[in-house]
T-cell receptor, first 115, second 113 residues
Framework: NAGVTQTPKFQVLKTGQSMTLQCAQD?????MSWYRQDPGMGLRLIHY???????DQGEVPNGYNVSRSTTEDFPLRLLSAAPSQTSVYFC??????????????FGPGTRLTVL | AQSVTQLDSQVPVFEEAPVELRCNYS??????LFWYVQYPNQGLQLLLK??????LVKGINGFEAEFNKSQTSFHLRKPSVHISDTAEYFC???????????FGSGTQLTVLP
């Protein structure tokens, strides 16, 4: 299994540009989520999904959209990038959210810089 | 609501010395607790977890943590650290009624030769 994969690894955008961060998992996990990591603030949840067709907002959803058309993929869209969105983005997945076996697996991250 | 406080943002320690990274949580219900490690320029890797049962949990790389319900703490310990333990460590909590993990702000452990 490849686990959780993310593309691209690095990205530089100009203010106002749009882009999509890709995330895929091959473990048939129902729960997937996106975090951003900023110095001194740990990981903050942006959006999450408990299954195909179901998404919900996390702690910091503004400026980001998500969709979940398949179990495997959970892309994160920035419609109009802002410098405040410069961060490292992590995608994560885990088995069904109600299960006691709730180890969360993380992708390698995408480093995004918005100029 | 659930929250996590990691009391130390940076912990320098000499090689082969013991280390304790502190974590306190807040939740009105029972919780699951986790420690993750992030090596430079990598994603997060699970170090250990407490779901139920014994309050002393052993993880990978010689780390262990003790769940203390009365003090709402889940401190991470290692009796003798190595240079390779240099990384950022995150404590995380998930209450039984919540869907998502809440992370602390992280502790940078630097092991000095």
């Amino acid at each position: 299994n490849a686990g959780v994969t993310q593309t691209p690894k690095f990205q530089v955008l100009k203010t106002g540009q749009s882009m999509t961060l890709q995330c895929a998992q091959d473990m048939n996990h129902e729960y997937m989520s996106w975090y951003r990591q900023d110095p001194g603030m740990g990981l903050r949840l942006i959006h999450y999904s408990v299954g195909a067709g179901i998404t919900d907002q996390g702690e910091v959803p503004n400026g980001y959209n998500v969709s979940r058309s398949t179990t495997e993929d959970f892309p994160l869209r920035l419609l109009s990038a802002a410098p405040s969105q410069t961060s490292v983005y992590f995608c994560a997945s885990r088995p069904e959210w109600g299960s006691a076996n709730n180890e969360q697996f993380f992708g390698p991250g995408t480093r995004l810089t918005v100029l | 609501a659930q929250s996590v406080t990691q009391l130390d943002s940076q912990v320098p320690v000499f090689e082969e010395a013991p280390v304790e990274l502190r974590c306190n949580y807040s939740s009105s219900v029972s919780v699951y607790l986790f420690w993750y490690v992030q090596y430079p320029n990598q994603g997060l890797q699970l170090l250990l977890k407490y779901l139920s049962g014994s309050t002393l949990v052993k993880g990978i790389n010689g780390f262990e943590a003790e769940f203390n319900k009365s003090q709402t703490s889940f401190h991470l310990r290692k009796p003798s650290v190595h240079i390779s333990d240099t990384a950022e460590y995150f404590c995380a909590v998930r209450s039984l009624s919540a869907r998502q993990l809440t992370f602390g702000s992280g502790t940078q452990l630097t092991v000095l030769p």
